[in-house]
């Protein structure tokens, strides 16, 4: 069975900062990365990461966050720093290998 279990999230005040981490079992993923969705918003992207370490970031986080991966295992972290009120969402990890694979979602909120 392919779980990806999120965890880190929580309150911070902005210019605070967070690390998530996902933890995958059951299948290796060739790419990992964090999706958010705002209330109200479409899941959007915010970071990936292949199995060589080649990266790709949003427009809006870059120079802030930093994604990165641990192969042996199977985890991937995002490392949020000079965090903005903006970046309040719920942040879902995923998983991409034959298909895509979703964790359950862990909440980021950013107060002012």
């Known amino acids: 069975q392919v779980q990806l279990v999120e965890s880190g999230g929580g309150l911070v005040q902005a210019g605070g900062s967070l690390r998530l981490s996902c933890a995958a079992s059951?299948?290796?993923?060739?790419?990992m990365g964090w999706y958010r969705q705002a209330p109200g918003k479409q899941r959007e992207l915010v970071a990936t990461?292949?199995?060589?370490?080649?990266?790709v970031y949003a427009d809006s986080v870059k120079g802030r966050f930093t994604i990165s991966r641990d192969n042996a295992k199977n985890t991937v972290f995002l490392q949020m720093n000079g965090l903005k009120p903006e970046d309040t969402a719920v942040y879902y990890c995923?998983?991409?290998?034959?298909?895509?694979?979703w964790g359950q979602g862990t909440q980021v909120t950013v107060s002012s």
């Open positions: 990461i292949t199995a060589g370490g080649s990266t």
């Open positions: 995923l998983g991409a290998q034959f298909g895509d694979y």
């Open positions: 059951g299948m290796f993923f060739s790419t």
